[in-house]
T-cell receptor
Framework: ETGVTQTPRHLVMGMTNKKSLKCEQHLGHNAMYWYKQSAKKPLELMFVYNFKEQTENNSVPSRFSPECPNSSHLFLHLHTLQPEDSALYLCASSQDLINYGYTFGSGTRLTVV | AQSVTQLGSHVSVSEGALVLLRCNYS??????LFWYVQYPNQGLQLLLKYTSAATLVKGINGFEAEFKKSETSFHLTKPSAHMSDAAEYFCAVSRPNSGNTPLVFGKGTRLSVIA
């Protein structure tokens, strides 16, 4: 148990489907992040939320839609994805980057067919 | 802008041998630097961090890293590799006093340990 829980762990979806990824932390952290991890590529920052407000959108296509209803929960809504969107999606949270760094979830392995 | 370069996408060592994973950074200001480890089918776990205190930083599982400003490096080492060290390792950089400004990660180095 890492303190950051991501569900589901695995997801297979068709290109016309709509699905959501969920991330939950009860560490009291105020910032939450979505990263995309593809094979042979660096971790790609997608979105940052600080105190529920989106502070960064790293030029992510609109077929990815984040939602942060409170400081403990973060969602990533998916619709009309492409096969190249298949990847491991990692959620992370932080309170004090200097002292604690990030706490990552175990990720959701997404396959788009 | 900050960036990190990890030299070698794959490093293979024998059990009991020295582990050396290389990371060089680029930053306009003295950075904060981190090493993370990722085991198969898991998220990333913080190994150690440099935040402008001691230049030699000790982390979990016997790993350590030394910040060398003159070489813009933050290489990760472990004196004696164990089979359980086989994983992917990521170096990351951040800008000091920047609140929760996101980390920038390197491409990762996969460490294999041979019995």
């Amino acid at each position: 148990e890492t303190g950051v829980t991501q569900t589901p762990r695995h997801l297979v979806m068709g290109m016309t489907n709509k699905k959501s990824l969920k991330c939950e932390q009860h560490l009291g952290h105020n910032a939450m992040y979505w990263y995309k991890q593809s094979a042979k590529k660096p971790l790609e920052l997608m979105f940052v939320y600080n105190f529920k407000e989106q502070t960064e959108n790293n030029s992510v296509p609109s077929r990815f839609s984040p939602e942060c209803p409170n400081s403990s929960h973060l969602f990533l809504h998916l619709h009309t994805l492409q096969p190249e969107d298949s990847a491991l999606y990692l959620c992370a949270s932080s309170q004090d980057l200097i002292n604690y760094g990030y706490t990552f979830g175990s990720g959701t392995r997404l396959t788009v067919v | 802008a900050q960036s990190v370069t990890q030299l070698g996408s794959h490093v293979s060592v024998s059990e009991g041998a020295l582990v050396l994973l290389r990371c060089n950074y680029s930053s306009s200001v003295p950075p904060y630097l981190f090493w993370y480890v990722q085991y198969p089918n898991q998220g990333l776990q913080l190994l150690l961090k440099y935040t402008s205190a001691a230049t030699l930083v000790k982390g979990i599982n016997g790993f350590e890293a030394e910040f060398k400003k003159s070489e813009t490096s933050f290489h990760l080492t472990k004196p004696s590799a164990h089979m359980s060290d086989a994983a992917e390792y990521f170096c990351a950089v951040s800008r000091p006093n920047s609140g929760n400004t996101p980390l920038v990660f390197g491409k990762g180095t996969r460490l294999s340990v041979i019995a």
